[in-house]
C-alpha cells in the first residue's frame, strides 16, 4: 500500500519560524486512508453513473417525443371532427333546400291539379304529338 501525503495548509498571518517547524513536524497528512482499496470499483461506480445519465436523458429525450406524438394525434382528431361537423352541416343544409324545394314543387303540383280539376287551367297538347298518338294502322 502506497503512502499519499496530502496537501499541508497553514496560515501564516501571525507565526513565527519556530510555530511553523512546531506544525510542520506535527503533520504529515496521511492520505492514503481516504484511497479506495480497489481504485477499478470506483471507476466502475463512473462509468455506471454515466451509463444511468445516458440511459434517463435517453428515457427522458423518448417520454418528450412520445407526448409531442401524443398531442400531434390529439390535434389531428380534433381538426378531423372539426371537418366532420362541417361536412355533416353541409349535408343538413342541402338536405333542408332540397326538402324545401320538394315541398315548393308539390305545392304547385297540388294547385296545378286543382285547376285542372275545376276546369280554369287547360292543357295543351301541341298538336304534332296529338296525331302522333292518334295514327291508325
Not at 484511497?35 to 470499483?41: F, I, Q, R, T, V
Amino acid at each position: 500500500m502506497a503512502t499519499v501525503h496530502g496537501p499541508i495548509i497553514v496560515s501564516i498571518c501571525s507565526t513565527t519560524s519556530n510555530d511553523l517547524l512546531h506544525i510542520f513536524s506535527q503533520i504529515p497528512q496521511l492520505w492514503s486512508h481516504c484511497l479506495p482499496d480497489n481504485p477499478d470499483a470506483l471507476l466502475i461506480n463512473r462509468l455506471e453513473a454515466i451509463a444511468a445519465k445516458e440511459k434517463k436523458q435517453k428515457r427522458k429525450a423518448a417520454e418528450k417525443q412520445a407526448e409531442i406524438n401524443r398531442k400531434a394525434a390529439e390535434k389531428e382528431q380534433r381538426d378531423a371532427e372539426k371537418q366532420a361537423e362541417k361536412v355533416r352541416k353541409i349535408a343538413e343544409k342541402q338536405a333542408e333546400k332540397d326538402r324545401k324545394a320538394a315541398e315548393k314543387q308539390a305545392e304547385k303540383d297540388r294547385k296545378a291539379a286543382e285547376k285542372a280539376r275545376k276546369g280554369k287551367l287547360l292543357i295543351r297538347v301541341p298538336p304534332s304529338k296529338f296525331l302522333l298518338s292518334q295514327t291508325i294502322y
